[in-house]
């Protein structure tokens, strides 16, 4: 099983003002539940295992947008440092994928693949994706034949509604919150906020489309 750091149920963050957070936003977050120094430590610990793991294999490092660029970008940067500074390391590519899944606060329970290069030139390739709309993608890349796939996901979510699917390397598991920043949105807004935050009830009736 994945192993992962755990954010309780119960946990209510950190207060706003022990945080560098951009003033705009300060009236729409509740705490900041994971800050930034945080996640980047995760990230280089997830880029030190894929590299371990990998065993040398060419890498087709498949980022979901947009949700998934700051993390993509992070991990990336660490698995490129060990590549220059370690006795060991791994062949890698990138390549990128939109979908879309969300309306507002909800999920609307049809995944869109939008934009990404041809997925047939996938085939017979080592890919670690990471994102959070899971199960639609796989079926889609397990039709291009390759040789393996293996999945990296910044948060899982503790929710009812979870398919129980799990990823290969875990961040975080969070509890049942909207979550927004670190590139993760509300249509479109929070993206450039560099924690991760609890959004705020008034702020989904303030950016609500």
């Known amino acids: 099983m994945a ?31 994971i800050p930034n120094g945080l996640i980047k430590d995760r990230a280089e610990r997830l880029a030190r295992d894929i590299v371990r793991d990998m065993g040398g294999h060419h890498i087709v490092a498949l980022c979901v947008l947009k949700g998934g660029y700051k993390f993509f970008a992070d991990l990336m940067d660490y698995i490129k440092t060990l590549n220059q500074n370690s006795d060991e390391s791994v062949p890698l590519t990138v390549d990128f994928i939109r979908l879309k899944s969300y309306s507002n606060d909800e999920s609307t329970n049809c995944v869109k693949v939008i934009g990404g290069d041809e997925l047939s030139a996938l085939a017979g390739k080592d890919i670690v994706e990471t994102g959070k709309t899971m199960e639609t993608l796989l079926k889609l890349l397990n039709e291009c034949r390759p040789k393996m796939v293996k999945v990296v996901s910044l948060l899982v979510k503790r929710t009812p509604r979870s398919s129980g699917y799990r990823p290969d390397y875990i961040g975080f598991e969070v509890p049942d919150k909207f979550l927004v920043g670190y590139a993760l949105d509300y249509n479109e807004y929070f993206r450039d906020l560099s924690h991760i935050c609890i959004l705020s009830e008034k702020a989904k009736e303030k950016y609500k489309v």
């Open 3 to 33: 192993s992962y750091l755990e954010i309780a149920d119960d946990s209510k963050g950190h207060e706003l003002d022990l945080f560098c957070v951009p003033k705009h936003y300060e009236e729409d977050l509740d705490s900041v539940i």
